[in-house]
């Protein structure tokens, strides 16, 4: 159990337009949810936390208007990027918890925008 | 702010050699530190987590052991293989259920 996925895997857009991440915990309801961004060869730098039916919180430095997070349901977080540029190309990672004490990490999906 | 180092930042050794992966945090009020292995393009694989409770887990060839006070763990592979190359993050758990990655250890084992 404690299975989470990421949809799309792999997306290209074009600089200026949005793109929709999604996560889902597929056997779990998920309490919290969190995004993380991953540049090459660095480590995972968390974006937000996000509990259902409440805003997110965004961390320092990451732009709450140009990375809309929408917690609409206790298995489905989604993270959309606003007005891409290519420097928002990274890989976007997302988590979930049902109780706190572990988080389930989905794979990933690799944005670059063009 | 909690800050999680790992060391060596990449590592190349030859099959069949045991070795040890180092992480160390600068804030000991943890309540548990987890590895993960990464494989390139792909997202986390959680080895093993201990609790701040607990000195070490176990799970087959992988060995991790918790130094709380210290701020030190380390990720201990028996006989490495081939399959084993990827790049391993610790990451500690803090309050608020946040967890903070060190940089990670690139590993290749060379047949």
């Known amino acids: 159990g404690a299975v989470v996925s990421q949809h799309p895997s792999w997306v290209i857009c074009k600089s200026g337009t949005s793109v929709k991440i999604e996560c889902r915990s597929l056997d779990f309801q998920a309490t919290t949810m969190f995004w993380y961004r991953q540049f090459p060869k660095q480590s995972l730098m968390l974006m937000a936390t996000?509990?259902?039916?409440?805003?997110?919180?965004?961390e320092q430095g990451v732009e709450k208007d140009k990375f809309l997070i929408n917690h609409a349901s206790l298995t489905l977080s989604t993270l959309t990027v606003t007005s891409a540029h290519p420097e928002d190309s990274s890989f976007y990672i997302c988590?979930?918890?049902?109780?706190?004490?572990?988080?389930?990490f989905g794979p990933g999906t690799r944005l670059t925008v063009t | 702010k909690q800050e999680v180092t790992q060391i060596p930042a990449a590592l190349s050794v030859p099959e069949g050699e045991n070795l040890v992966l180092n992480c160390s945090f600068t804030d000991s009020a943890i309540y548990n530190l987890q590895w993960f292995r990464q494989d390139p393009g792909k997202g986390l694989t959680s080895l093993l987590l201990i609790q701040s409770s607990q000195r070490e887990q176990t799970s087959g060839r992988l060995n991790a052991s918790l130094d709380k006070s210290s701020g030190r763990s380390t990720l201990y592979i028996a006989a490495s293989q081939p399959g084993d190359s990827a790049t391993y993050l610790c990451?500690?758990?803090?309050?608020?259920?946040?967890?903070?990655f060190g940089g990670g250890t690139r590993l290749m084992v060379k047949p």
């Open positions: 990451a500690v758990r803090n309050a608020g259920n946040m967890l903070t």
């Open positions: 996000s509990n259902e039916g409440s805003k997110a919180t965004y």
């Open positions: 988590s979930a918890t049902r109780d706190g004490y572990e988080q389930y």
